[in-house]
């Protein structure tokens, strides 16, 4: 199964990360409980957080080479927003 293309993305002050995708849709992904995992912990400095970019090919949301969340897990777990 494919899933969609992340197209934008915005990260909000409460490590919330506003995503759209390639179909017109957004979702809205929390980070929080990813600042746990060791991998992710860098980005409780929010001035990384905010830094967030779309990957090329919009296969992911990136912060610099080792941080990186994929366009299934936005996509998967993102709430809607109408």
Same mark, same amino acid.
């Given at each position: 199964?494919?899933?969609?293309?992340?197209?934008?993305?915005?990260? +909000?002050?409460?490590?919330?990360?506003?995503?759209?995708?390639?179909?017109?849709?957004?979702?809205?992904?929390?980070?929080?409980? +990813?600042?746990?995992?060791?991998?992710?912990?860098?980005?409780?400095?929010?001035?990384?957080?905010?830094?967030?970019?779309?990957?090329?090919?919009?296969?992911?949301?990136?912060?610099?080479?080792?941080?990186?969340?994929?366009?299934?897990? +936005?996509?998967?777990?993102?709430?809607?927003?109408?």
């Amino acid at each position: 199964m494919s899933y969609p293309k992340v197209k934008l993305v915005k990260a +909000l002050d409460n490590y919330q990360l506003i995503v759209r995708f390639d179909n017109n849709q957004t979702k809205q992904y929390d980070v929080s409980p +990813l600042l746990k995992k060791a991998m992710f912990s860098p980005l409780k400095n929010l001035a990384l957080f905010k830094a967030v970019k779309v990957e090329n090919g919009g296969y992911a949301v990136v912060w610099n080479e080792d941080i990186d969340i994929s366009e299934y897990e +936005l996509w998967q777990h993102g709430q809607p927003i109408p």
